[in-house]
C-alpha cells in the first residue's frame, strides 16, 4: 500500500519568501506529525494533529510556522518570512491513532534550503 | 525536558565483527523506537520497544529496552556491509505523542 508522501521533494527559496509544504499520510491514519531534521542531527518534533486538530504544537520555534490539516488527512505546514536558519528536512509522519502500539511512519521529506 | 543521548556518533566496524550501540534517555518512558536512516532516505522503523525487558531480533539486529535503567541497546551481530546507515532512537513521553530522537549513530561497515 501507498506510504506516507510528501510534496515538493525539494524546494529552494529566498529568504524572506512564504512556503508551503505538504503531507498525504497512510489513508486511515487519522495521526499525523512535522518534524525537522538538520543536517548530521535527528529529527525534532514540530507539531502533532489527532484528526483535524493540532493536539501538540509545542514543537513550532515560533509563529512564522503554521500547520493545518482541515479535513482529517492531508497537513500543510506554512512557513512565512523565511530565514536561513529555516533549511533543513522537513518530514511528515503518520499513524494509526496514535502512539504507542506501532509507531510512526515516516514520509520521503521535503528537503528545504532557504537561500 | 526529556533528553536521548546516543553513543557513540560514528562506528566503523569490518564485516563479521560484533557492536552494541546504546541509547540513554532522561526520564520515565516505557516506548522506544529504533529507526534506521540511510543518506538521503527517509527513516526506516526497526524495533518497537514497549515494555521493560523487552527484546526484539530481526536479522542480525537485536534490540532491547530496560526502563529501569533508562537504556535501550541495539546489538549487531556479524556485521555486513548492507548495514551501513545511521541509526536513531527515540522515546515516547510518557502519555505524549511525540517522539525525542538521539543524534543518531553512523555506522559504516568495511567489507
Known amino acids: 500500500g501507498a506510504g506516507v508522501s510528501q510534496t515538493p521533494s525539494n524546494k529552494v527559496t529566498e529568504k524572506g519568501k512564504y512556503v508551503e509544504l505538504r503531507c498525504d499520510p497512510i489513508s486511515g491514519h487519522t495521526a499525523l506529525y512535522w518534524y525537522r531534521q538538520s543536517l548530521g542531527q535527528g529529527p525534532e518534533f514540530l507539531i502533532y494533529?489527532?484528526?483535524?486538530?493540532?493536539?501538540?504544537d509545542s514543537g513550532l520555534p515560533n509563529d512564522r510556522f503554521f500547520a493545518v490539516r482541515p479535513e482529517g488527512s492531508v497537513s500543510t505546514l506554512k512557513i512565512q518570512r523565511t530565514e536561513r536558519g529555516d533549511s533543513a528536512v522537513y518530514l511528515c509522519a503518520s499513524s494509526p491513532g496514535g502512539l504507542p502500539y506501532g509507531g510512526q511512519f515516516f514520509g520521503p521529506g521535503t528537503r528545504l534550503t532557504v537561500l | 525536558e526529556l533528553k536521548v543521548e546516543q553513543n557513540p556518533l560514528f562506528l566503523s566496524m569490518q564485516e563479521g565483527k560484533n557492536y552494541t550501540i546504546y541509547c540513554n534517555y532522561s526520564t520515565t518512558s516505557d516506548r522506544l523506537y529504533w529507526y534506521r536512516q540511510d543518506p538521503g532516505k527517509s527513516l526506516e522503523s526497526l524495533f518497537v520497544?514497549?515494555?521493560?525487558?523487552a527484546v526484539k531480533q530481526e536479522g542480525r539486529l537485536m534490540a532491547s529496552l530496560d526502563t529501569k535503567a533508562r537504556l535501550s541497546t541495539l546489538h549487531i551481530t556479524a556485521a555486513v556491509h548492507d548495514l551501513s546507515a545511521t541509526y536513531f532512537c527515540a522515546v515516547d513521553m510518557v502519555h505524549g505523542n511525540k517522539l525525542v530522537f538521539g543524534a543518531g549513530t553512523i555506522l559504516r561497515v568495511k567489507s
Open positions: 520497544l514497549l515494555s521493560n525487558g
Open positions: 494533529f489527532q484528526g483535524t486538530g493540532a493536539a501538540d
